[in-house]
């Protein structure tokens, strides 16, 4: 037991909080306890699994593990793209109907993206073939 | 150098085509072809010095950017298996991880 919960079943056991005072407080602190979102050290992979059933080419399996790492890079990559460049990138995202602006993407922020990532999976399953892609 | 830079030293190639009964199991070296790439590159810096002040870039941020993209495809995995064969290719760093 951490001192600040015995400090709360103190107060309670002196009678200078309720039981239901004391209650929330216990679930504050426990709150606050609550393990810090992990960083990007603790996502390593991204996994893609493939499971295809094609009628020619017969069953094929695919399993590829990409170094989350090389998301990192390729950031920094980014980075070095001429301005004018990047312009024309935005440009065609907007034209596809996705309004991101590539400027914003920095290594900085990078890790906010990875931690959403973090949570992620996807599932295709159709009848020809599975997909899976997830972080780990 | 820390580790972290380098580019990935060696590579695993485990091929079994079906109907074989023991695959082909392969370790590459790619230091050496790092080391044969080098001199390569150290040639053609100047060029690419010209370059970055014609096309106005950073070469050094450049080069930077590239080699962080090749040392970090360290621990990549592709397996591929289908009727005809199996395919297996990791690439490893340092610590062969």
Redesign the interface.
Known sequence: MNDNRRQVLDMLAEGKINSAEAERLIAALERGAAPAPRDMGDV??LRVLVDANDEA???????????M??L???V??A??I?DRARDQVNEALRKEGIPFDINKLTPDNLGDLVEQLRDLTVDVDNERAKVRVFCE | MKP?ILPPLSASLHVKPAGWRFGLRLWLPLFLLWLILLPLLLLALPLLFVGSLI????LW??L???N??L?????????????ESRVFIKLHGKDMS
């Not at chain 1, 080419?57 to 170094?67: D, L, Q």
């Open positions: 390593k992979y080419e017969g069953p094929t399996k695919v399993n590829v593990r990409v170094p790492q090389l990192r890079a390729g920094r990559l980075g070095v001429h | 972290e096309f106005r870039f950073n941020r450049s930077r950017a590239a962080g993209v040392a970090a495809t360290r621990g990549t995995q592709v397996e591929v298996n289908n009727r």
